[in-house]
């Protein structure tokens, strides 16, 4: 599918030119695999693509998508600080000029006013944070991103990133999850239980090879 195509789904002009600058002019298979399993039609998604085959993509078609409803909020999860600004600065630059607002909090003793945002990038355990604060503006958030759902299998984070989702789950019944990872031991279990859609594939930018290095010389593995 060419990105042009997705004018067809209302996806902003800005966020085609966006993509065009950057040499983006075809979806990948996984990015058109997930809009036919209805990213577009507010569908959970489970998305299990290798690293650097465009999982942000389909998180921001979907970041789109939910803005489109008035006063609506998205809320992308993330377990690292560092990676928290890094998305901040990339939605940053996509948003630039538009309307939409994107800010980043990811401590404890981070007291930035998020109700006035569109698109709040959280750690995992600011965002249990505000939950446990019971703020009135959290029934405005309309879709979930929680990227590397696998965490949920560490011992010391995945209960955080499971009460989470669970809470809001609760709290807010019509709420539409996008889950992101490469690596995901039990992907059919884990999108029962997220009520998603598992998309799965295995194309990547750059070939994967294995080898045996001695010697100074690799000898890959066919």
């Known amino acids: 599918m060419l990105i042009d195509e997705l004018k067809k789904y209302e996806v902003p002009e800005f966020f085609i030119n966006y993509n ?5 002019i075809k979806l990948n298979p996984g990015q058109e695999k997930a809009i036919n399993a209805g990213l577009f039609s507010n569908r959970n998604l489970l998305v299990c693509t290798p690293t650097g085959s465009g999982k942000t993509l389909i998180a921001t078609l979907a970041i789109l998508n939910a803005l489109k409803e008035k006063n609506a909020k998205v809320v992308y999860t993330v377990p690292l600080k560092a990676l928290a600004y890094e998305k901040y600065k990339e939605y940053s630059e996509l948003f630039n000029g538009t309307e939409y607002k994107v800010i980043y909090s990811t401590g404890d003793q981070d007291n930035k006013d998020l109700s006035q945002y569109d698109l709040l990038i959280l750690t995992v355990e600011k965002l249990d944070s505000l939950l446990r604060s019971r703020l009135s503006w959290l029934k405005e958030i309309k879709l979930l991103i ?3 759902i696998h965490l949920l299998n560490d011992p010391s984070r995945g209960p955080t990133v499971e009460v989470v989702i669970t809470l809001l789950k609760h ?3 019509n ?3 996008i889950s992101l990872s490469a690596t995901i031991g ?5 999108a029962e239980w997220l009520d998603a859609e598992l998309v799965v594939d295995d194309w990547r930018p750059v070939k994967l090879e294995k080898g045996v290095m001695c010697n100074h010389t690799v000898e890959f593995i066919e």
């Open 175 to 177: 709420l539409h999850i």
């Open 171 to 173: 709290l807010l019944p």
């Open 20 to 24: 065009k600058k950057k040499g983006i």
């Open 146 to 148: 929680v990227d590397e």
């Open 186 to 190: 039990n992907p059919e279990e884990l």
